[in-house]
T-cell receptor, first 113, second 112 residues
Framework: DVKVTQSSRYLVKRTGEKVFLECVQD?????MFWYRQDPGLGLRLIYF???????EKGDIPEGYSVSREKKERFSLILESASTNQTSMYLC????????????FGDGTRLSIL | GENVEQHPSTLSVQEGDSAVIKCTYSDSASNYFPWYKQELGKRPQLIID?????GEKKDQRIAVTLNKTAKHFSLHITETQPEDSAVYFCAPLLPAGNMLTFGGGTRLMVKP
């Protein structure tokens, strides 16, 4: 069974702080994704990665960056946190083969004060 | 990019009734069509998926039907139970980029 682990379930940070959200998957998946989920807005893609050191912008990359130094780990970075980044953040991974589902972590509920 | 719409946004049914959620998409290149279920406070989980060479797929009480010509696919749940209460998302896949585009979600409430 695929396991996607996010480092924190709940996180509280202050405006202006640099915030790191970590995600690790254990299935040797090539693809990894970061989404944010807000009420009424569904899941929106922030960044994704097809391979180590590769990254691509999603629909809402502003204010975020990512790092993929190892295949199993994909980090989301909030360079200078702002209150409008308070949200639920979901990490997902999928195989690099065609037409494969994404598997999600439990999410990190981030509050920026 | 892909435009994805789900209808209805909320659905309330009596236990034992059937529920149908429809998803329309815009990109004819999409060829993989999953449905995810997200219970309150939990992760989205894949419940059923279909690929474009098949018109229908069934797994016990849930089924998915695909109409590629009309660019829509639907989730069917029969004999609904209270534990089916959740938010359901469709997420057609764009082959270029292997990206899912999520619909806005449908909140299903099954009343005992």
């Amino acid at each position: 069974d695929v396991k996607v682990t996010q480092s924190s379930r709940y996180l509280v940070k202050r405006t202006g702080e640099k915030v790191f959200l970590e995600c690790v998957q254990d299935m040797d998946h090539e693809n990894m994704f970061w989404y944010r989920q807000d009420p009424g807005l569904g899941l929106r893609l922030i960044y994704f990665s097809y391979d180590v050191k590769m990254k691509e912008k999603g629909d809402i990359p502003e204010g975020y960056s990512v790092s993929r130094e190892k295949k199993e780990r994909f980090s989301l970075i909030l360079e200078s946190a702002s209150t409008n980044q308070t949200s639920m953040y979901l990490c997902a991974s999928s195989s690099g083969q065609k037409n494969q589902p994404q598997h999600f972590g439990d999410g990190t509920r981030l509050s920026i004060l | 990019g892909e435009n994805v719409e789900q209808h209805p946004s909320t659905l309330s049914v009596q236990e034992g009734d059937s529920a149908v959620i429809k998803c329309t998409y815009s990109d004819s290149a999409s060829n993989y069509f999953p449905w995810y279920k997200q219970e309150l406070g939990k992760r989205p989980q894949l419940i059923i998926d279909i690929r474009s060479n098949v018109g229908e797929k069934k797994d016990q009480r849930i089924a998915v039907t695909l109409n590629k010509t009309a660019k829509h696919f639907s989730l069917h749940i029969t004999e609904t139970q209270p534990e089916d209460s959740a938010v359901y998302f469709c997420a057609p896949l764009l082959p270029a980029g292997n990206m899912l585009t999520f619909g806005g979600g449908t909140r299903l409430m099954v009343k005992p």
